[in-house]
């Protein structure tokens, strides 16, 4: 099979969705890689290290589009990226549609097979393709909560960890999975007070083993929720209710139980934000604030950190590139059930539940949607 690797080209995305090495691995298999001039930059990756592997580079995304048929990419397709898109393509990338139905209708409208690495599963019923960013995210989520807090930038001015003699910041994470397990442990290790909440009980039975005694672990209801929430420095968002979108647990009322210039940090905002008050940003301008509270919601956060997030993205993608190329769409889902649960759009239809009932359209079989196409 012809693979196609264009450059990112969302705001502030570095990353890329295949290194040298995947280009050996598919190489050696039998099939062909053209990877966009300049791809790999952002991660350090030349040129010239691609060709070393076998790939052949290419000008521009349209060359790209033009010669491959599988297209695998990092974030969601960007309008110029749709307009290239043909019902011979099979895209595998980040797409969290859910939260955005006008990319959806794009992608319908293209006629192409879409695949997000975001609703795959494993055998287990986890998302092997969102852990790895989520690990990445969670450790920046912190990272970042605990430079947001400080004065010069609009925080309380207070650090995470206290000093001697001084307490600790409280910081909550609301969602105690991939990301929020990352976002405790890097808050512990900075030595802040941690609760982390969650509704799935053992899940948190997992954590309260996982942070022997260091963190509280509590059941997350509203009440639970709010009666915390005025002694929080830094709240961190990481929901996640799979391919839906994401549910709201800080209401704009409950900012006014805050402390001011407390700092909320929204991870959950690229499945369309967990506070009522999320909207997202970027990392060039990732904060605003809202009746006193900073909010950060940056939706691409793993793209700060190319070196780290591409090779910690490909070493997961890569299995799943390979069958792809190797079996086909069809033959690849056939042997794979939790990959078949990655098809979100094929041949116009919406293929994948909780998109569909986000986006309001109806849902159609994927054997039935695939039926016609030659992926
Ligand atoms: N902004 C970014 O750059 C970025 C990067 C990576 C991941 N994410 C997002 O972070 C979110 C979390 O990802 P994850 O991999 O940790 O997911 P996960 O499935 O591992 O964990 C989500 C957790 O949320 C819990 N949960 C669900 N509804 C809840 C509720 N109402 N109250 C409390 N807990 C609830 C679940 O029980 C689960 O433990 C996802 O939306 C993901 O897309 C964002």
Redesign the pocket.
Known sequence: MKVGVPTEVKLDEYRVALTPAGVRELVDAGHQVFVQSGAGVGSSITDDAYAAQGATVLPDAGAVFGEAELIVKVKEPQPLEVSLLEPRHTLFTYL?LAADPELTHGLMASGATCIAY?TVEDARG??PL??P??E???KIATQAGAFMLEKPLGGRGILLGGVPGVAAANVMV????????QAAFIALGMEATVYV????ID?LRELDIAFGGRADTCF?STLSIEERLPDMDLVIG?????GAR??R?ITRAQLGLMKPQAVLV??????GGCFETSRPTTHSDPTYEVDGITHYC??????AVPITSTYALTNATMPYVLHLASAGVRGAIAENPGLRLGVNVASGNVTYEPVAVATDVECVDVDVALAGVGV
């Open positions: 969290h975001e986890r998302l969102l852990a960013m989520s990445v995210a969670g609301i969602g105690g999975g991939v990301v929020g397990m909440f969650d509704r799935n899940r997350a990481a929901v996640l209710v799979h994401a549910p647990v929204d991870v959950s905002i690229d499945q940056v939706t691409n956060m793993p793209g």
